[in-house]
C-alpha cells in the first residue's frame, strides 16, 4: 500500500466550476502537507503548504488538512482554463520537511 | 524569492554515455538537497538526498552507482547519470528548503 493515495483522474470541469482534489495517507509522522501544480514538462510549484490539521486559503485556492482522518484536500473556486495542470499532493515528516512522499497526481482540465 | 536553478532543462545523449545535470540554490544556502525522478505520467519518486560534504543517501532500489552526486558547497548539487540507458529516460527533478521546499524546473533527459 503506498503512503499517499491521490484521487485518479482526469478531471474535467466547466470554467466557473468548484474543483475539489482529494489525498489520503497512512504514515501519523506526516506534519507538513503541499499542493503543487505541474503545468506539462514542467517542475512542480507550490500552490499551498500548511502545516499540521487545520484549514488554508489563498485567493481561489483552499487547503484542507484533517490529521484524525488523515485526510487532505484541496478547493479551486471559480477555476479558470488556465488551471489546467496536473496537481500533485505530497507530505513530509516534521524531521525532513525536505523529503516529501508524492501522490500520483490528479489531471485537470478546465473548459472555457 | 528563493529560486532552485536546474540545468540543463533538456538533454539527449547516447546510450553507454555519461549526464550531468547541476542544481544550485540562488539566494540561499542548501546543505540538503534533494533528487526526484519523474516517469510519464506517474509521479516524483525520491531517488536520494544529497548532503553537503559528506555522501549521499539513496533510497531503496536506486544504484549509487549509476547516479553518482556530488553535493561539494552549499549552492551547488550535482547529479550524474552514468553509463546511461534508455530505461534512464526521464525526468529529473531537485529540489531544496529554504523556509519552504523549492523545486528546480527539471532537466528531460532522453538517451537514443
Known amino acids: 500500500q503506498k503512503e499517499v493515495e491521490q484521487d485518479p483522474g482526469p478531471l474535467s470541469v466547466p470554467e466557473g466550476a468548484i474543483v475539489s482534489l482529494n489525498c489520503t495517507y497512512s504514515?501519523?509522522?506526516?506534519?507538513?502537507f503541499m499542493w503543487y501544480r505541474q503545468y506539462s514538462r514542467k517542475g512542480p510549484e507550490l500552490l499551498m503548504y500548511?502545516?499540521?490539521?487545520g484549514n488554508k486559503e489563498d485567493g481561489r485556492f483552499t487547503a484542507q488538512v484533517d490529521k484524525s482522518s488523515k485526510y487532505i484536500s484541496l478547493f479551486i473556486r471559480d477555476s479558470q482554463p488556465s488551471d489546467s495542470a496536473t496537481y500533485l499532493c505530497?507530505?513530509?515528516?516534521?524531521?525532513?520537511?525536505?523529503?516529501?512522499?508524492f501522490g500520483d497526481g490528479t489531471t485537470l482540465t478546465v473548459k472555457p | 524569492g528563493a529560486v532552485v536553478s536546474q540545468h540543463p532543462s533538456r538533454v539527449i545523449c547516447k546510450s553507454g554515455t555519461s549526464v550531468k545535470i547541476e542544481c544550485r540554490s540562488l539566494?540561499?544556502?542548501?546543505?540538503?538537497m534533494f533528487w526526484y525522478r519523474q516517469f510519464p505520467k506517474q509521479s516524483l519518486m525520491l531517488m536520494a538526498t544529497?548532503?553537503?560534504?559528506?555522501?549521499?543517501?539513496?533510497e531503496q532500489g536506486v544504484e549509487k552507482d549509476k547516479f553518482l552526486i556530488n553535493h561539494a558547497s552549499l549552492t551547488l548539487s550535482t547529479l550524474t547519470v552514468t553509463s546511461a540507458h534508455p530505461e534512464d529516460s526521464s525526468f529529473y527533478i531537485c529540489?531544496?528548503?529554504?523556509?519552504?521546499?523549492?523545486f528546480g524546473s527539471g532537466t528531460r533527459l532522453t538517451v537514443v
Open positions: 529540489s531544496a528548503v529554504d523556509s519552504l521546499v523549492r
Open positions: 504514515n501519523s509522522a506526516f506534519q507538513y
Open positions: 500548511t502545516y499540521s490539521s
Open positions: 505530497a507530505m513530509s515528516s516534521n524531521t525532513n520537511a525536505g523529503k516529501s512522499t
Open positions: 539566494d540561499f544556502q542548501a546543505t540538503t
Open positions: 544529497s548532503n553537503e560534504g559528506s555522501k549521499a543517501t539513496y
